[in-house]
């Protein structure tokens, strides 16, 4: 059974759309590699609403300069448009590589959301931690579901980044050490261990559902 | 031409004929062909001078009548000197790389040219492989992800201890949509608004100044961010460099090695390896799209490319010494500004016009450049803006591209400013007279700029050697054009009819495109003669076939007078009318007809009316002619009594205009008749202009004149008194036809010269003009005698007129 067989989507989850774009293009090779579908999640974190009520919180813009006068009205308007950015930039990617695709948006916590969402042989593409940057290197972890090894070498071929192995990861245990926000870990984990995964973790995460 | 005998008939002997030479050959095949143009040293002087000369504004102006050969002679000297010259530089335009407007004109050896356009070629199809290679390498890539690597794992480590530090102070750093957000934290989760309301004061105060801390942390991480994204950037683009620059400098090294004795050459290839490595991007372009189509695409031309055109060489004039020597000359049929000084070409490009140093094109001077440029002078002076464009690029030595639009401002759009050419050439322009001396009036240029003129002569006078070259010269032009050779007596009327041209017995004419039309119509004839020389049958069929072809309005005019709507008398006498001839020029037609003049006279207060004058149909000479007839007989007769004359003077049914004064002789004639009250012999017909003093003076046409009134007189049936006085100084240009001269050979008509006024009234009137005698008085029976009878008579009446009384008051 190829990867082909096996994966039925490949669903690109981010919390806003600078995520979302930082990890289009891993996406849209694993979709076309996998010949999936290509379904993009926009998540309003439950964190960012909360957020925009909390009188002590703070934000700054990425540009570094502080944002005043926060409230839901307008961390709602920000997420509409990183929506509509999101979907037209999905579009766009789908098209030139002739795949189908999806999007929709999706309320809660990125882990709950995704329980949600997800069903088995979809390919799970989502980030953890604060930033990201250029790929570096694509992990494959101990234990991953077999089929991940091919989608995980053909993605280092195509971003000419090393492939390494991990041992296999533990959520209370030290592996993700080595793990930068330029990795990408494929492996494999149950839904009740997400939230834990992501906490704990600051990469793109691939996986099997 | 012996001295002629006046108020005598002239002899056929007087007259010029083909019997008049003897050549001394069968045909012209046994003659050596003439490489000159005889008759034409001065021009071909002149000509040699310009051609050889090396100093500027010793251009030329060959000058004179189409025909005469200036353009066969201009280019033939042209090219004897053109072949003793070097072959000139070849001239090339490239781009600026730091002005794109100001192409950069590059001078070469000859041939050259073309050999640095085909390695820059090279240079770019070699770069547009090796550089994608080059950036597709491993080491590059390793290199490049150093470079980034080293700037995010900067980042990324100090985003990760903020992290940490946040949340080792209950704090928790958020990723939205607008942007970082820090807030107090429980567990996993935002710390909820009314749980943080609830907490002690004390503790929403350390919460609050960690965010503080945080959020400043924070503020100065991301706007450290460009900083380290501009320092990433610039490592990289100088990893770009160095890579490229070992491409481009590998892909160079020929280039500049084999132009290397050419500083303007190897500076504009280090100017092109600065853009190639600051531009190396441009090498990475690639052909994917719709634009790619279906086959793979050619991988040789990337020259072709549109990013690469500014890599171009613009080859303007080249010069290749395997197939060519000596200095260009360059004919420029029309001259045109654009054809001129060159022109910039524009492309549309999504409506707008565009134009890049590629589309520059070459003009005839930058073709000519170091040679000759041969321009028609009415042409280049018809063309606008074309003589000025000319002028300054003489006066300043170089040739600057622009356009008629540019030059009146009309253009808008993103143009060039190419930098002039040197240059260095003769130009010969070939023109009529009547522009030379316009432009030598009105031009103060033009004698600076065009210091030399080669004047063609129309005519070369006849003697025994320069027949014999003329007969060279109508072989060699027979041999030329692949006619049959030419019979000696077929070149004998081939002479003869140089001399009809020229109007001069005793002078050839120039005209050789005329005689070569003649020369091959005859050849024609001959060949449907089947004869293998032109004789001089055919030449007198070629002759007799183009006077009928031109002859509609002769024919017509003398139908006219045949059938007696043209008044025209051929015979018997009448007082006060006569015979006048005028010569009609209607493009290429020239014929001459009688016309009838008659005066009418009486008393009166000394007024010649001169009636074309007065009708406005009489020109300035006309009208000049007429008034030398009233000083004629105001100093001839009774020039101590007062003019009291009154006399009109008329050209019979001419409603068109009149110009010349060659019936002023006829016209005097019939006023003297008038005057004497003596008929006038209307077998005869009179030209000639008269002088104040009563001397015949010479005229224009005499031949088609005699030939017009001997015409009316044959088709009523020649008398044998029929003839033309002539004025005597025109019977050296007498070169009749040959029916004309049969008739006066048999006695059937006459050409009369005279020398004066006296002549001529005596041989119309038949009796003595009459001379002054001892008593100051003339004959009283002579032709003069009568005329100062009557004007004193007109005298006397006036002043009895003047006496009479005055009976005014009887008839109030």
Avoid at chain 1, 18 to 33: I, S
Avoid at chain 2, 437 to 458: H, M, V
Avoid at chain 2, 472 to 477: E, N, P
Wanted: aromatic residues 6%; contains cysteine; negative net charge.
């Amino acid at each position: 059974m190829t990867p082909a067989d096996s994966t039925r989507r490949v669903i690109l989850t981010a919390t806003c759309f600078a995520e979302a774009e930082a990890m289009l293009a891993l996406a849209e090779g694993l979709a076309a590699e996998a010949g999936a579908m290509l379904q993009g999640v926009l998540v309003e974190d439950a964190d960012s609403v909360a957020l925009a009520v909390a009188g002590a919180a703070r934000i700054v813009d990425p540009a570094g300069r502080p944002v005043a006068g926060l409230d839901p009205a307008r961390m709602g308007a920000a997420y509409a448009r990183d929506a509509a950015r999101f979907e037209r930039m999905l579009a766009e990617a789908a098209t030139r590589t002739a795949l189908t695709w999806g999007f929709r948006r999706a309320r809660g916590r990125l882990a709950g959301a995704l329980t949600g969402l997800a069903a088995p042989g979809d390919l799970l593409v989502l980030p953890a931690g604060l930033l990201r940057s250029p790929l570096r290197e694509i992990v494959l972890a101990a234990g991953a579901d077999p089929d991940l090894a091919p989608l995980a070498a053909a993605a280092a071929a195509r971003i000419r980044r090393p492939l390494r192995q991990l041992a296999a990861p533990t959520v209370a245990g030290a592996p993700w050490t080595g793990l930068g926000p330029g990795s990408v870990l494929f492996s494999h984990v149950e839904a009740h261990n997400l939230a834990a995964l992501l906490g704990a973790t600051r990469c793109i995460h691939v996986l099997r559902a | 031409m012996d001295r002629i005998a006046t108020g005598q008939p002239l002899a056929p002997a007087d007259l010029a004929g083909q019997e008049d030479f003897d050549l001394g050959f069968a045909t012209t095949a046994e003659l050596d062909p003439l490489e000159d143009w005889p008759g034409q040293d001065r021009a071909l002087g002149a000509l040699r001078l310009a051609a050889e000369t090396s100093h500027d504004d010793f251009n030329l102006y060959v000058l004179g009548t189409p025909g005469t050969g200036r353009h066969s002679a201009t280019r033939k000297v042209l090219e004897q000197a053109a072949a003793a010259r070097p072959l000139p530089a070849d001239r090339v335009y490239v781009n600026r790389f730091d002005d794109p407007r100001r192409p950069v004109a590059m001078e070469l050896p000859p041939g050259r040219a073309v050999e640095l356009r085909d390695t820059v070629r090279k240079v770019v199809n070699d770069l547009a492989n090796d550089i994608p290679a080059i950036f597709e390498s491993e080491d590059y890539q390793t290199r490049r992800r150093a470079i980034e690597d080293t700037y995010s794992e900067r980042h990324e480590t100090a985003m990760g201890a903020l992290a940490d530090m946040a949340r080792e102070r209950g704090l928790a750093i958020v990723r939205t949509p607008m942007g970082f957000g820090v807030a107090p934290r429980k567990g996993e989760e935002i710390l909820p608004p009314d749980e943080y309301e609830k907490l002690p004061p004390a503790d929403r105060a350390r919460l609050d100044a960690a965010i503080d801390e945080v959020r400043a942390r924070l503020e100065d991480i991301l706007k450290d961010l460009p900083k380290g994204m501009k320092a990433q950037r610039r490592e990289v683009e100088e990893l770009n460099i160095s890579m490229a620059r070992e491409g481009v400098d590998a892909a160079l090294a020929e280039a500049l090695e084999r132009f290397a004795e050419h500083a303007a050459v190897t500076g504009h290839l280090q100017a092109m390896r600065a853009d190639m490595i600051d531009n190396a991007e441009l090498f990475l372009i690639r052909e994917d799209g719709p634009q790619a189509g279906a086959f793979p695409v050619a991988t040789s031309r990337h020259y072709l490319k549109p990013q690469f055109q500014r890599y171009a060489v613009n080859v303007m004039v080249s010069h290749d010494p395997a197939t060519a020597s000596g200095a260009p000359i360059v004919e420029e049929g029309l001259p045109t500004l654009a054809n001129l000084i060159g022109r910039i070409e524009y492309s549309s490009d999504q409506g707008a016009l565009v134009t890049n140093f590629t589309m520059i094109r070459p003009g005839a001077l930058h073709r000519a450049n170091g040679g000759f440029l041969i321009l028609d002078a009415m042409q280049i002076l018809t063309e606008p803006l074309a003589w000025d464009a000319l002028k300054r690029s003489l006066k300043s030595g170089e040739v600057t591209i622009y356009s008629a639009g540019e030059r009146f401002s009309l253009i808008s759009t993103e143009t060039l400013d190419p930098d002039p050419m040197p240059l260095r050439l003769r130009v010969v322009l070939v023109g009529e007279r009547r522009l030379y001396y316009l432009l030598a009036a009105l031009d103060p240029d033009f004698g600076r700029l065009f210091k030399l003129e080669a004047d063609f002569d129309d005519r070369m006078p006849r003697t025994g050697e320069s027949a014999q070259l003329f007969a060279r010269l109508i072989g060699t032009m027979a041999r030329t054009d692949g006619m049959r050779p030419v019979a000696a007596d077929g070149v004998a009327r081939m002479l003869t009819e140089s001399l009809r041209l020229s109007e001069d017995a005793e002078r050839f004419t120039l005209n050789l495109a005329a005689l070569g039309d003649i020369l091959r119509e005859a050849d024609h004839w001959a060949g449907k003669a089947g004869a293998e020389a032109i004789r001089s049958d055919d030449i007198e069929t070629a002759v007799a076939a183009a006077d009928r072809r031109a002859g509609r309005l002769r024919e017509l005019g003398q139908e006219a007078i045949a059938r007696a709507t043209l008044l025209i008398d051929t015979e018997g006498a009448r007082v006060g009318q006569i015979n006048a001839l005028s010569v009609l020029e209607i493009g290429k037609t020239r014929f001459g007809r009688p016309t009838r003049v008659s005066a009418r006279v009486r008393m009166g207060a000394g007024k010649l009316v001169d009636i074309e004058r007065e009708a406005e149909l009489g020109g300035p000479i006309h009208s000049k002619g007429v008034m030398i007839l009233s000083g004629y007989l105001a100093g001839h007769y009774a020039p101590d009594l007062p003019m009291s004359l009154w006399a009109s003077v008329v050209f019979e049914q001419s409603y068109g205009g009149v110009e010349g004064d060659s019936a002023s002789a006829a016209e005097l004639v019939a006023l003297l008749s008038a005057l004497a009250d003596l008929p006038i012999d209307q077998s005869f017909a009179v030209t000639g202009s008269v002088n104040q003093f009563g001397d015949v003076q010479a005229i224009g046409g005499v031949n088609e004149k005699v030939e017009g009134f001997f015409d009316t007189c044959a088709a009523r049936g020649l008398t044998g008194r029929q003839g033309v006085l002539i004025p005597v100084a025109n019977v050296k240009h007498l070169v009749l036809r040959p029916r004309v001269r049969a008739a006066m050979d048999g006695g059937r008509f006459r050409v009369i010269p005279i020398a004066s006024i006296d002549e001529g009234i005596a041989l119309l009137t038949g009796r003595p003009a009459g001379a002054r005698g001892a008593d100051g008085a003339f004959p009283a029976d002579s032709v003069n005698g009568r005329v100062e009878a009557r004007l004193t008579a007109f005298a006397e009446a006036r002043r009895r007129f003047g006496q009479k009384p005055d009976t005014s008051e009887d008839r109030n």
